[in-house]
């Protein structure tokens, strides 16, 4: 083959990458690209920017980032900008591709583009080949089809890990030839209808988008400060970079994948010693397989307001002056507004507080769920769509959670995880 195209997405990375490797193998040149889809700029029927500018932030500086590192070894990054169904078909006319390799999508509006960009380059006799690349099991291992995954986290976990392995990791690709890639131009946060936002100073983390990021807060939170070893009793906090991996950004975006983080752990433990806490970051990376495999089952039946459980009637409640007071941190309750104000400030939270927030804004404001789903779409730096809805529901009681009604106590919350009030005089002073 002679021109084969890589369609960069979510999976902004060299390692563990498969769609880059077998384009690599396959074709003789090996054009990198990716497009800026307008899809992903819009307002969303609920009101927000479906991207907000930390995400936009972010991947600017992921893609800065799979630029420089695809121009260490030869190639560099092509970047498009408009719908991928004309796009991705234009340069295959252009460069007279054969084929375009990328990763494979699970949630709804994400495969229907696939599904457009697959007829268009059919038209042009070009392939598209995807790989299933962004889980830590990969779904053909998996000893359950799909539609026969079980909605219960406890029982898809158990039986995965006793009867599935881990793929082992792709190498990067030390060199790659490659048409001449013109210097990268990326658009501005005002070319995409977004504004830089300053992530606050008190924020948990200074996320940096790209793959060498990532792999710098891995050896950090690893090796440097072998806060591995004390996840588990760490995870629940809410101060600071080390109570948690911090991951999230980075796997997100795809500048790390599960299985890198898996290897890492295996060595590590090689080190170090294995323990509870070791395990639970595997585990923890199980949850979000499972949420994976969910939409792959329910498909767009997480962004329903009945969820996949399908029993509650139909709402779409909305109180404006309730919703303002939730979004900027003017509750009654202190310990929502600090986590909300957080998250306006800097773009995360700690999954306590998205817990609480998202348990309040269901049982105590008695909204539709998918508003605040929706806001935390726009707002998280590391917002994934199946981790982020597939939790939303679950905290709404339309989703995964096998317990009925599971209602979180705010003030025991607070007094539970913020004893010393030190999350609250943080972000309320
Ligand atoms: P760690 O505790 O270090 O966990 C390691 C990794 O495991 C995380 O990076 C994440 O990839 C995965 N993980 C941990 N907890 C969960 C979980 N409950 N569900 C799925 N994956 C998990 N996570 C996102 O990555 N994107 C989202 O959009 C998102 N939205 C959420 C919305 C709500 C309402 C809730 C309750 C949780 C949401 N989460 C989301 C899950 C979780 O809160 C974050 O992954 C976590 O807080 C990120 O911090 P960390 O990387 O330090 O996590």
């Known amino acids: ?21 077998k384009a690599i193998a396959q074709g003789e040149k090996v054009l990198p690209v990716y497009c800026f889809d307008d899809a992903d700029f819009v307002t969303t029927r ?31 990054l092509l970047i498009l900008r408009g719908k991928p169904e004309v796009e991705i078909p234009k340069i295959v006319a252009e460069y007279k591709a054969l084929k375009v390799f990328a990763k494979r999508e699970v949630a709804y509006e994400e495969k229907e583009t696939e599904a457009v960009v697959q007829t268009a380059l059919f038209k042009l006799r070009c392939e598209l080949e995807t790989f299933s690349s962004s889980t830590l099991y990969h779904a053909e291992d998996l000893p359950f089809a799909i539609k026969d995954i079980p909605d219960v986290f406890t029982n898809f976990r158990k039986k995965t890990e006793l009867d599935a392995t881990v793929r082992a990791v792709f190498d990067s690709p030390l060199a790659m030839t490659s048409p001449d890639i013109p210097e990268m131009i990326l658009p501005t946060l005002q070319d995409l209808g977004l504004e830089f936002s300053e992530i606050d100073a008190r924020a948990a983390i200074q996320f940096k988008g790209g793959e060498t ?29 080390g109570y948690s991996s911090k991951f999230s950004a980075w796997l997100a975006m795809g500048c790390i994948s599960p299985r890198t983080i898996y290897k890492e752990i295996r060595a590590y433990e090689n080190e170090n010693g294995a323990n509870d806490s070791t395990y639970w970051l595997i585990f923890e990376l199980l949850w979000r397989d499972f949420f994976r495999f969910m939409f792959k089952k329910y ?13 509650k009637e139909n709402s779409e409640s909305l109180n404006n002056k309730l919703f303002s007071q939730w979004e900027n941190g003017a509750t009654p309750s202190d310990f929502i507004n600090a986590n909300m104000i957080e998250l306006k400030q800097t773009g995360f939270m700690s999954n306590r507080g998205r817990q609480n927030v998202a348990s309040y804004f269901c049982n105590e404001l008695n909204m539709d769920w998918r508003l605040g789903a929706a806001y935390f779409e726009s707002q998280l730096i590391d917002y994934d769509v199946c981790s982020n809805w ?12 096998p317990r009925k009604h599971r209602y979180f106590n705010i ?3 607070a007094n539970d995880y913020d004893k010393d009030r030190s999350f609250r005089d943080l972000w309320l002073q």
Do not use: C, H, P
């Open 299 to 311: 498909q767009t039946k997480f962004f329903l307001y009945a969820g996949i459980k399908g029993e």
């Open 411 to 413: 003030q025991k919350q």
């Open 390 to 401: 597939g939790n939303w529901a679950y905290l709404a009681g339309v989703g995964n959670d």
């Open 213 to 241: 990021a990532a792999m710098q807060r891995l050896n950090y939170y690893f090796y440097e400060t072998k806060k591995l070893s004390v996840y588990k009793e760490t995870r629940n906090g809410m101060v600071g970079e």
């Open 46 to 76: 609920y009101g927000f920017k479906k991207t907000g500018n930390f995400r936009a932030q972010f991947l600017l500086e992921s893609l800065q980032d799979l630029d420089a590192n695809l121009r260490k070894i030869g190639s560099g």
């Open 1 to 21: 083959m002679k021109t084969a195209i890589v369609w960069f997405k979510t999976d902004l990375r060299l390692y563990d990458n498969e769609a880059l490797v």
